[in-house]
């Protein structure tokens, strides 16, 4: 999966990937003191595609609200709610909309599903449809953080901890591998890294397409931009 | 648009500087010899310092001529004719000094058009020379082609240089120069066949700046008044004061962003700048990042000894890490103030921070707003706070405004392979303090709406100017004072100023523009008007804005504050608009050029996120 990190007072973008074995949870979000916890499992493709890389996509994410005591479980298969102690199901293929007390859910059939948490957290997850017959891949999600300004300054996670200010400069543009992607030097926490301007795509307005964003790529997991390993956001399960 | 079925009868540049304040004339007719009408455009460049006072367009025997307005005003204008798919916009920057001035028409069939674009600037003294930058780029040889300056100087001309980057050998020679002790007369018109590249090209070699600088006699301490239809000049930089010495703390940015070219320029200009310190001065170097450093935790005498060890420390200055100005400049204050207290350093002698930085403050006090308070606030109004700002990345108001605010200015540093020079250029300006705490006075009750007349310092190589209204129109002469601190002693000169005959100093002339003293003041007041209108309190800064707007609209200026509409024959409903840019403008048309330079395959349905304005963190796949 791609990580973006926009940053509109800098009229910039910095990404990263997080690549692991197939099943592999990871943690988002995770914010203690408002009780919020988003993790996402990832599967990679039906079989190694001829050029021998194998590319990891989130499938799954669960998603808790201690606080408000609200929990949902979002596959490329279907959405779980569990609000005011029972499981609500809904499907992909409906459009639909929930709303409750602390959760708001609108399903968008066959393509998004925006929830706001109370006084916390907004997010969107889009459904990535794949030809079912598609000899490699398969449905995936991804998922969009629209509003975290409620949530605190403890908050972490692989997109949690950019959910503050991050200070870094770039300098030193020179040629790349690639003629139109020149490397730069990154100094960011203290580290200087070699990174390289691209870009990631932005599937809201076309879930299809996506619409291309120009951003500083930080080689290898994201090392040194991320704080410790990606490894270190690793968990044993979903909620 | 199409050259050879254009042709270019005259281009003619017509500058007259009295007494510093030049009126340039920029002049050009075409012919459109296509049997059907086509677009005929206008490009010229004038400098950044200059504000346009008049466009006009002749067509047909009907002359269409610009007027200026309040910008708001104009914008409304402006909008309709940018919704109206037209490009309205008339000047752009162009380069570190001049701003490009460009308009097309549509002519008819065999038709001559005659544009007119007049500006007027105060040329400012800088290490001890005015400057008048011509910057002419005929596309082809024009059939009557010239540059002409007119300089009128009452208080004597010191000397004239005239080159141009374009002069080959043999044009050389076209170049005339007359001057006498009060005028000099330069001009230049080659011929058509001595402006081509080689017998027979289409090509032209004039294509670069045309430069003549010079310098006047300064004879009187007192400096030079004149007295011209009602208002007054007084022109002060006394040529024989010793210098006062300084005490000045490099505040140097060495974050990340300044590695390789920039760090090792900056290096070099330190090198430069440490070898020409004074041996009286004191010094003390402070490179930061998110970490403050210092060579010495105090200032030290510029002594060989000294300034040797600094030089080895300065090249062991490294770029890394994230910027924090605050703490930094604080660090500066501190050690000025201590060795002030202490009485490390001498009494009479001169503060200055010069602080150079390529970025935006990201760590410890990163609020700008709350820097330039700490910053006022730690200075007092006691010392100089100079600001260079490396690059494109810097807010340059941010540097502006603070410098503005403590005794100083801001100046730009351009990323190229000369900023080293640029960078010793800039301290060379500031290097010999002569006078502080200068006061210009006049008799109050001869006298009204005068600029500026208390100066925290006079550098040698530059000028104070100050100029006034004469509350009697009839008055001849009347009694100046200067007072000032000086080196040993505080500087006092007293004289009276009196009226020069200009009829007798030039009697050849029949006229040389005779309200130039009103509108060097007019320019001057509103120049300063400008600077107030970022500084100070809220209702300082509007009717400072609001008296810059009245005297600009009077007076006719193409400022920030005022916009000149010009209406095209074919386009009465979609006019177009010259504005003045600031520098600020300038910085951000570079950058966005900078940017489209490197990120050219930016794809363009990017664009829809570079302006919103809630952050979006997301994870996907592709």
């Known amino acids: ?239 | 648009a199409n050259e050879a079925q254009v042709e270019v009868h005259s281009m003619a540049v017509d500058c007259t500087v009295t007494s510093r304040f030049a009126h340039t004339v920029m002049t050009s007719v075409a012919l459109n010899k296509a049997n059907s009408s086509q677009e005929i455009s206008f490009d010229v460049e004038l400098p950044k310092t200059a504000f346009i006072t008049n466009f006009s367009m002749e067509i047909e025997g009907e002359v269409y001529v610009g007027q200026v307005k309040e910008k708001e005003k104009a914008k409304k204008q402006y909008e309709k004719a940018v919704s109206s798919g037209q490009t309205a916009g008339l000047v752009k920057a162009s380069g570190r000094k001049m701003e490009k001035f460009s308009v097309s028409v549509n002519i008819a069939a065999e038709s001559n058009v005659t544009f007119v674009l007049t500006y007027e600037e105060l040329l400012q003294r800088k290490l001890g020379r005015y400057e008048i930058l011509t910057r002419v780029k005929p596309k082809l040889p024009v059939q009557e082609f010239h540059i002409v300056a007119n300089i009128y100087e009452p208080q004597g001309i010191a000397f004239v240089d005239v080159h141009a980057n374009f002069l080959s050998n043999d044009l050389l020679p076209l170049v005339e120069k007359t001057v006498t002790a009060q005028k000099a007369h330069i001009s230049f018109s080659p011929t058509m066949e001595q402006q081509r590249k080689c017998p027979g090209c289409d090509g032209t070699q004039i294509d670069g700046d045309f430069v003549i600088n010079y310098d006047v006699e300064r004879a009187q301490t007192l400096g030079d008044i004149q007295i011209v239809n009602g208002y007054f000049v007084h022109f002060f930089a006394p040529s024989d004061l010793p210098r006062v010495p300084k005490n000045v703390v490099f505040v140097i940015d060495r974050s990340g962003s300044m590695s390789g070219n920039k760090m090792q320029q900056t290096r070099e200009a330190l090198q430069a700048i440490l070898t020409d310190l004074h041996e009286e001065d004191h010094f003390a170097l402070v490179p930061f990042d998110d970490k403050i450093l210092s060579w010495k935790e105090s200032l030290y005498k510029a002594t060989k000894e000294n300034v040797a060890d600094a030089l080895v420390y300065v090249q062991n200055i490294h770029a890394n890490g994230l910027t924090n100005i605050n703490d930094a400049v604080m660090k500066g204050i501190n050690m000025l103030h201590s060795d002030r207290e202490h009485k490390r350093i001498p009494e009479r002698s001169f503060d200055m921070i010069i602080l150079l930085t390529d970025g935006m403050p990201n760590t410890g006090e990163s609020n700008i707003a709350r820097i330039q308070e700490n910053v006022k606030s730690a200075l007092g109004g006691k010392t100089s706070l100079f600001c260079l700002g490396f690059g494109n990345d810097v807010d340059y108001s941010f540097l502006d405004v603070m410098s503005s605010q403590n005794r100083g200015l801001a100046r730009r540093i351009f990323e190229a392979s000369d900023a080293t020079l640029q960078l010793q250029g800039f301290y060379e300006e500031v290097a010999s303090p002569l006078l502080s705490e200068l006061d210009l006075r006049y008799p109050d009750s001869a006298v009204d709406a005068l600029t500026t007349n208390h100066f925290s310092q006079l550098f040698n190589g530059s000028e104070i100017v100050v100029a006034g209204r004469l509350t009697d129109n009839n008055l001849d002469n009347f009694m100046v004072d200067v007072f000032g601190q000086g080196f040993e002693n505080d500087f006092k000169v007293q004289g009276e100023a009196k009226a020069v005959d200009w009829n007798a100093l030039y009697p050849e002339e029949d006229y040389i523009f005779g309200d130039f003293t009103e509108r060097l003041w007019a320019y001057l007041t509103i120049q300063q008007l400008l600077d107030k209108s970022k500084i100070g309190a809220a209702d300082e800064k509007a009717n400072a804005t609001a008296e810059a707007l009245e005297m600009a609209l009077r007076y006719s200026f193409v400022t920030p504050l005022t916009s000149m509409v010009v209406t095209k024959p074919d386009s009465r409903d979609d006019p177009l608009i010259a504005d003045k840019l600031t520098e600020e403008q300038r910085q951000r048309e570079e950058k966005m050029a900078i940017r489209a330079q490197a990120y050219q395959y930016r794809p363009i349905q990017s664009q829809s996120y570079l302006h919103q304005s809630t952050p979006v963190y997301f994870v996907d796949g592709d």
């Open chain 1, 1 to 239: 999966p791609h990580f973006i990190i926009e940053l509109p007072d800098r009229n910039d973008s910095l990404c990263f990937n997080i690549n692991d074995k197939p099943g592999t949870i990871f943690n988002l979000v995770t914010d203690p003191t408002t009780g919020i916890l988003v993790n996402g499992q990832i599967i990679g493709d039906k079989k190694i595609p001829p050029d021998g890389k194998i590319n990891t996509y989130f499938w799954r994410f669960g998603i808790v609200h201690q606080t408000l005591g609200a929990r949902l479980d979002i596959s490329t298969k279907d959405i779980s709610v569990f609000q005011d102690g029972e499981w609500v199901r809904l499907l992909w293929s409906d459009t639909a909309s929930i709303k409750g007390a602390n959760v708001e859910l609108l399903v968008t059939k066959d393509r998004s599903l925006t929830v706001t948490l109370k006084d916390s957290v907004k997010f969107v997850i889009l459904l990535h449809k794949v030809w079912a017959n598609h000899p490699y891949h398969r449905d995936y999600l991804g998922f969009y953080t629209l509003d975290s300004h409620l949530l605190s300054s403890s908050t972490h996670g692989l997109l949690g901890q950019f959910y503050r200010p991050i200070d870094y400069e770039v300098t030193d543009l020179r040629p790349g591998a690639v003629p139109e992607k020149p490397d730069a030097t990154m100094y960011v926490k203290g580290r200087e890294l070699t990174v390289t301007r691209g870009w990631q795509r932005d599937f809201r307005r076309d879930v299809k397409n996506g619409e291309d964003v120009p951003c500083w790529f930080i080689h290898n997991n994201g090392t040194g931009l991320i704080d410790g390993e990606a490894t270190d956001y690793v968990v044993s399960g979903l909620f």
